[in-house]
Every structure is written in C-alpha cells, then in structure tokens.
C-alpha cells in the first residue's frame, strides 16, 4: 500500500516557514522522508535532464566506459551496470548511473577530494543540462536545510557553511529494463540508507521505490505526486541528530511483469557536507533518554570514505 505522507507545500516566502518546518520535521521523526510541492525547480531544467539522461544511458556502452575510472569510488562520471552492491548485501544492484559533482575553481583546498566531473563530448548540451540541475537541487537543500536548522532549534544559517561547498553529487540514474530474469537475489536497488545530509529525489515514471520507517514491519509503497519531490534523511544527519532524525532504509523492488520491458529513470541529488566538517551529535540531541551514540567525532570525507568500501565502489587496498 502507498506510504501515508501527506505532501508538504513548501512557502515562496521564508518569512511563512513555520508550519512548513513544523510538518517537515514531524514527517522526518515518523518516516525519514516527506514530499516536498510548490519546490520551485524549474521544470524545463528537469526535463533537460532527464532528455539528457536518456541520450547519455542510450550511448553504446564502450563508450560509456570511456567516463568511468576505476579508481574514482563511482564519484564522478560513470559507473556501469553492476558495479554497487547495497551495505551488506553480495548481490549487485541492476542499474548504471552517471554523477555530476560541484565545479570547484582552480586551487580551490578541496580540488585533491572532490575531483573534476568529465565533459560528455558526445552530447552538446550535457554538461550544460546536468550543471544547471545540480546548481538548482543546490540552492534547493540549502533552503531545505534553513528549516531543518531552524527545527532542530539552531540558528537558521547553522548549515550554510558546512554544505556552501560541500562534497554533493547528481546521480543520474538508470535501471534497464528486465528482458530476462534478473539474477537470484538481485533488485534494482537492494534495501539501503544513503551516506549523505539529506536526498532530494525527483519521481520516476515507473514504480517502485520503497521505504521500510523504524518500528515498521513491513515495505511500504511510495507514490509521490506529479510535480512533487521526494525528500529523505541522510546517515550524516542521522549521525549528527544522534537519531532524533532517521534515515530511512528504502528499496527499488524489481518491475511487475507487464512493465519488466520498461526501464526505469530517477535523478537524485545527494547534498553532503564539506570534506572536512567534522560530524558529531549536536548537544540538544543528547539526554539520559537518548545517550550519544557517536562520542567520537568523524568528518564527512572520513565517512563517506567507509560507506564507499562497504558498498563497493571503493575496492579495499585502493
């Protein structure tokens, strides 16, 4: 059955957040995840995008190769089909995706953690596509991240300056479609939570993305309306809220027979802290009820780092 998350519309005017922080928040507690309307992104950047996503995922694949580095932990450019598995699980995930990080200037202290992404010279207009999407998600968690602050009783800047030029990625994602049996065990995605601060996610067109909240026995079906967007908590946020705010465990299940020759396509933007922030529980997230879990801090390049080897990306010893 479909998850009962009741969209949020997000205020034009900041001045108007307090019910939207109030209701983010509460859905946040309950589930890890809301359903963001009126988000302001504009939608003739979206559907570039994603024409975009179509076009590059359609390239023959010794091309597509041509964008993927070994060595990279799948950070930038492209990582090919099969290549991640989910933390804990041996099987690999069906699907291929492509990521755009942030264009960093010359010098910039960070350049040696957050590499350049590649130019895709085979089609002219995506680099241009995919760097406009990813600047719009940006401006976009910021905004969002102003009212998680705001309800978690910081001051409403608190995040600016550990996520202004934070180690965030554009995934752009593709799950071929099933002409064959899928491997035994294998799913488009197996059960996971995401490494970063939050997800902000734009629907796919087919189904089935799944979410299983804490004290939940079960699976449950998101369906986001048209327009909307899918937002979630990140590990690093769970870590840094010592988990007053959760991160959800969530699934993309393998199609329905009559869609298996569909493929499936999602763009998620995964906002993340400065390398070199350092992640420890927030003071007004600790009390006898809800002792520290984390009494050492890490920083954010440290962890991503651990998440990478566990789920594949990095290969131990590199």
């Known amino acids: 059955m479909p998850i009962t998350l009741k969209p949020i519309d997000l205020p034009a005017n900041e001045a108007d957040d307090a019910e939207f922080t109030k209701a983010l928040m509460q859905s946040f507690m309950d589930t ?3 359903i963001i309307r009126n988000h302001g992104l504009d939608q003739s ?20 190769r041509s964008y993927f580095d070994p060595n990279g932990g799948g950070q930038r450019g492209y990582t090919p089909f099969g290549t991640e598995n989910a933390k804990g699980f041996a099987a690999i995930d069906l699907k291929e995706f492509w990521h755009t990080g942030r264009a ?40 969002l991240l102003r009212s998680v602050a705001t309800g978690l009783g910081l001051e409403r800047d608190w995040f600016l300056d550990k996520v202004q030029n934070g180690n965030s990625i554009l995934r752009l994602l593709h799950y071929p479609a099933q002409t064959e049996p899928p491997p035994e065990g294998s799913v488009r995605a197996a059960a996971h939570e995401d490494i970063n601060v939050i997800t902000l996610l734009l629907g796919a067109e087919e189904a089935g993305l799944q979410v299983k909240p804490r ?27 010592n988990h007053v705010l959760q991160s959800t465990s969530h699934r993309v299940v393998n199609p329905s ?36 879990r984390y009494p050492e801090p890490i920083t954010a390049n440290d962890y991503l780092r651990e998440r990478l080897i566990e789920i594949g990306l990095i290969k131990t010893g590199t």
Request: one cysteine or more.
């Open 104 to 143: 960093l200037p010359a010098g910039h202290p960070y350049e040696s953690v957050m590499m350049p992404t590649p130019s895709v010279s085979e089609i002219e207009a995506f680099d241009q596509a995919t760097n406009d999407l990813f600047n719009a998600f940006d401006e976009l968690g910021q905004r």
């Open 215 to 241: 004290g939940v026995d079960k699976w449950i079906s998101v369906e986001a309306p048209v327009g909307s967007i899918v937002i979630n908590v990140g590990d690093m946020l769970q870590r840094l809220t």
């Open 257 to 292: 027979p009559e869609r298996s020759r569909f493929s499936r396509y999602s763009m998620p933007f995964f906002l993340h802290f400065e390398p070199d922030v350092e992640i420890r529980s927030l003071a007004s997230c600790v009390s006898a009820d809800n002792p520290d």
């Open 32 to 34: 890890g995840f809301a």
């Open 45 to 64: 950047i979206i559907d570039k995008s994603l024409d975009m996503s179509r076009e590059f995922f359609a390239l023959p694949e010794t091309t597509k």
